[in-house]
């Protein structure tokens, strides 16, 4: 290759005034599409290519792994999706980060070179350190730190489980030095999922830890497209709009020198970009519009969106303020057992057949040793004269967790026993299972500085990166920007109220944040927002939702965006590998939320 700003070789960044920099995503996920990445390569027209693997789920698989044998502990599909595209990415001169490294990055970067020589190609993979901290947990709480929980603030000795990973989430700068000093290829643990666009970004520009806004724009862009396709129509309210669903293609981050981007995606390819699916992913998972991050504080409250046409939409006007002194750790366990079985409510009396079952249920449980939780929760409702059977059927989902020996095939078994003396047309749907370990969730903070941000050169030498904040205090508070949105329309008088569901007037996107719930809720027209704005407060986000009675609710408006983001604590209880809903991620919530009637003026409905 001849070195220029794209060749592997050069140690250099894209000039200021150059053109932007072009980042695409290929994975959002741990078992995220196979083809996505020889895709990506083979499309072009990229600068970086990243892929996301890493959740709060995945680092329990990975930790289970981990735990078996010490040389495993990365997500292995990495490396089946890189023998796929290896020779596009050499052919396109592309770049590659990604987290896929997990709990052993340097196990995967090693795997990563073996690959690489066996297909006859010399490409240089540099690996990034310091997020696990989990040897570290007795020396750091020896020396004070007590690892305090990101909502209660209790120490961590407060947690009655035995930690099997714990990872400190870092920023992108380690990314940055590497690729400025010639990687080809960078593999990382957990950083933030962000930061796998900022750190080239960094690189790109040549952005040091003060350009707090540009750094800001890069993790709002970051955040659009770190979940692959969710930003090109997938995973959104509006999809009945949304061509060739079946498949939509990646996204495209094409990101300025001043840190604005447009968002887009490959021509010919499925999904569209549009200001609603860029705005269902900056609201998807965040709280306060705040957004920290450890390079920066990104304030999404003043992120202006335009659309620009041909599945193209512009970024602009983030402001960024000084990091936290403190980064998130996210420390996963083994908290018990866990075992369900599911059986079938069919024709009439259904509510006296689901109470028979659930007086055998709580009996059980009074009698088994070991149990510490057990639900019985009905799904679907049964149509009346229905004329299928499954028409006229309901489920009954029985969720038991405690020890392995009274919720494992014990309890299943029990339960099985009562297909011939129990309710008329019981059956189930499976057979006795044995259920599985389910995993606990504690997400801490600890102070920057007491990280080892390592970067480790494909040539063997190392180099310990500065903490996002060296003098461990939080960043100055921005100012909202004012909106950006079309005049108020006059509040409407009562006669021209009339019911609708909620969804005929906003779209919505929900997701985890460990145990709590995010609920992004914004209007399909600007006309509507300050009726959202008046008429959504958190009572009547609890009328609306009765599960979130009784649960403590933040709420915060992004006029920008015609957004208001709701942030529901305690919904999924200590986290979504051992919360006992159906839903154990949230992602349904926006959608019960929409499904709601509600008075809204005639003038907003839209059918």
Known sequence: MTPDHRDPRSRGHEPAGRRPLRVGNCSGFYGDRASAMAAMARAGGIDVLTGDYLAEVTMLVLGKARAKDSTKGFATTFLQHLDAALEHLVANRIRLVVNAGGLNPAGLAAATRELIARHGHDLRVSHIEGDDVFGSLDG????????????????????????????????????????????????????????????????????????????????????VIECGPQATGGNFSGFRSVPDLVEPGFPIAEIAADGSSVITKNPGTGGVVTQDTVTAQLLYEIGEPAYLNPDVTAHLDTATLTDLGEDRVGISGVRGSAPPGTTKVAITGVGGWANS???????????????????????????????????????????????????????????????????????????????????????????PQPGSAFGVYWPAT????????TVHHYDGTTEIMAPGNPDGAGGEVVPQAEPTLAPSVPAPRADELVVAPLGEIVHARSGDKGGDANLGVWVRDHEAWDWLRSTLTIDELRRLLPETRGLEISRHELPNLGAVNFLVRGLLGTGATSTLRLDSQAKALGEWLRSRNIKVPRSLVRS
Not at 352 to 373: I, N, Q, S, W
Not at 446 to 453: F, I
């Open 341 to 431: 079985v599911i059986l079938a409510l069919t024709g009439t009396d259904l509510d006296a057949k689901a109470a028979l079952v659930e007086r055998f249920v709580h009996r059980y449980a009074e009698a088994a040793r070991g149990l510490d939780a057990v639900t019985v929760e009905r799904i679907g409702q049964a149509q009346p004269d229905p004329d299928t059977q499954n028409a006229g059927t309901e489920l009954l989902r029985i969720t038991v967790q405690g020890t392995q020996q009274a919720a494992g095939r014990a309890f299943s078994s029990r339960v099985i026993e009562l297909a011939l003396s129990s309710y008329p047309g019981l059956y189930s749907l499976g057979p």
């Open 446 to 453: 600890l102070d920057q500085r007491m990280l080892q941000h």
């Open 140 to 223: 750091l709480g020896q020396a004070g730190h007590c690892l305090p929980h990101l909502t209660s603030g209790q120490p961590l000795s407060d947690w009655p489980h035995q930690p099997l990973t714990a990872n400190a989430y870092l920023g992108g700068f380690g990314i940055a030095r590497a690729l400025q000093d010639g990687a080809d290829i960078v593999v990382t643990g957990r950083v933030t999922d962000a930061s796998l666009v900022v750190g080239p970004a960094a690189w790109w520009w040549g952005w040091t830890p003060d350009d707090h806004d540009a750094l800001a724009g890069a993790v709002a862009a970051g955040h």
